[in-house]
Each structure stands twice: as structure tokens, then as C-alpha cells.
T-cell receptor, first 114, second 113 residues
Framework: GENVEQHPSTLSVQEGDSAVIKCTYS??????FPWYKQELGKRPQLIIDIRSNVGEKKDQRIAVTLNKTAKHFSLHITETQPEDSAVYFC?????????????FGGGTRLMVKP | ETGVTQTPRHLVMGMTNKKSLKCEQH?????MYWYKQSAKKPLELMFV???????ENNSVPSRFSPECPNSSHLFLHLHTLQPEDSALYLC????????????FGSGTRLTVV
């Protein structure tokens, strides 16, 4: 089955700096890669996703890049703000996956210092 | 409100109790999931239902028993739990095809005493 590794497990940045979180996956058939943000005491929420036919996707201050050859994808947050502080999860799923099961990474706790 | 509602929000139960967690979605999704979230394993898949049929049981102990009576409702029946089962239990729903993200509920914070 799919295995998703996520690094780093914790990340501390100064407000205004950029943050990068990286994930690798094992199943070359995976073709959908969402990212979720979970604020303290709240539910995980989808913030951006990318499909395997695209190499990069942007939405305001966040972007995701995908390298299918190397089987890794990354989340980039620019001009970080204190409200970006949360736990971020990457995930992957593949076309043969009945029920659209996502395999999640272990999470990254991002702390943005004012 | 995201369209996925979980009840109760908090539950404290003894090891000999029987209780049930409820999840309801009004998004027209046809797949529903139970995840366990704890400090050790941040998002651990427990059960998957697609079109009301269970498609995945991720080696979950039999003291957890899921039920999906229709595409909008999902239950997790609990009995004879252990203290290590204390965690946040998250329900999610999605379209059943790859390429769509999940919508999570707010979770049930379960404490087993």
C-alpha cells in the first residue's frame, strides 16, 4: 500500500518568512495530492490540492509543487502570518483506490513567530 | 458549518460501557470514513464506506464496530474500550472517486476511564 512521509515534523519561522513542507510517497500510481490545515482544537480543512497532470498550483500565498519522477510534493507558504500557525498534513491517493482512500503524512506543526 | 456533523462533541465512558458516535453529512457525498487522531498517530484510518459498503477495515479491534445505514449517516459503536482508545475520532466524507478531498467533521473527543 501507499506510504507517505512528511518533513519536518515541526517548523518555526519568523512572520513574513517563507515555509516549506515536503512529502514523499511510495506508490507511483498515486495521482491526487491534497494538503490539509488543522488549527488547534479544530477539524482538518482542505487548503489546496494538486493532480498528477499538473506540476504546480498556486492560491494566493500558498503553492504546491509535484515531482512525479522523484515521487515528492511540497507545500510552500510565502509571507507567513501568525494565523498560519497550525498542523499541516499532506496526503496521497491513487486511481485504483476504491472509496477514494487518502494516506496521510505524519503532519508538520508550523509555528509563525510575530 | 461544513456539512459534516458529529455528535457528541465530547464523551467520557467507562471501560464496560457501550456508546455510539454519530456522523451525518448533507453534501451528497457517497463515501464516508472514520479516522482516529492521537498524539502517536496523527490521522489513522479506521473504516471506509463507499456507497454504503465497507471497503476498508484497517485492522481495527473488534471493540469498534461501524455501521453505515445510508450514504448520509455513519456510526461507530463502542464497547469494552481501553484507556489507550482515548483520542479524537474524526468522521469525513467525500465523493467516492479519486481526485476529491475530504470534508471532515469536528470530531468526538473520547476519554475512556
Amino acid at each position: 500500500g501507499e506510504n507517505v512521509e512528511q518533513h519536518p515534523s515541526t517548523l518555526s519561522v519568523q512572520e513574513g518568512d517563507s515555509a516549506v513542507i515536503k512529502c514523499t510517497y511510495s506508490d507511483s500510481a498515486s495521482n491526487y495530492f491534497p494538503w490539509y490545515k488543522q488549527e488547534l482544537g479544530k477539524r482538518p480543512q482542505l487548503i489546496i490540492d494538486i493532480r498528477s497532470n499538473v506540476g504546480e498550483k498556486k492560491d494566493q500565498r500558498i503553492a504546491v509543487t509535484l515531482n512525479k519522477t522523484a515521487k515528492h510534493f511540497s507545500l510552500h507558504i510565502t509571507e507567513t502570518q501568525p494565523e498560519d500557525s497550525a498542523v499541516y498534513f499532506c496526503a496521497a491517493s491513487n486511481v485504483d483506490n476504491a472509496g477514494n482512500m487518502l494516506t496521510f503524512g505524519g503532519g508538520t506543526r508550523l509555528m509563525v513567530k510575530p | 458549518e461544513t456539512g459534516v456533523t458529529q455528535t457528541p462533541r465530547h464523551l467520557v465512558m467507562g471501560m464496560t460501557n457501550k456508546k455510539s458516535l454519530k456522523c451525518e453529512q448533507h453534501l451528497g457525498h457517497n463515501a464516508m470514513y472514520w479516522y482516529k487522531q492521537s498524539a502517536k498517530k496523527p490521522l489513522e484510518l479506521m473504516f471506509v464506506y463507499s456507497l454504503e459498503e465497507r471497503v476498508e477495515n484497517n485492522s481495527v479491534p473488534s471493540r469498534f464496530s461501524p455501521e453505515c445505514p445510508n450514504s448520509s449517516h455513519l456510526f461507530l459503536h463502542l464497547h469494552t474500550l481501553q484507556p489507550e482508545d482515548s483520542a479524537l475520532y474524526l468522521c469525513a466524507s467525500s465523493r467516492g472517486t479519486v481526485g476529491y478531498g475530504y470534508t471532515f467533521g469536528s470530531g468526538t473527543r473520547l476519554t475512556v476511564v
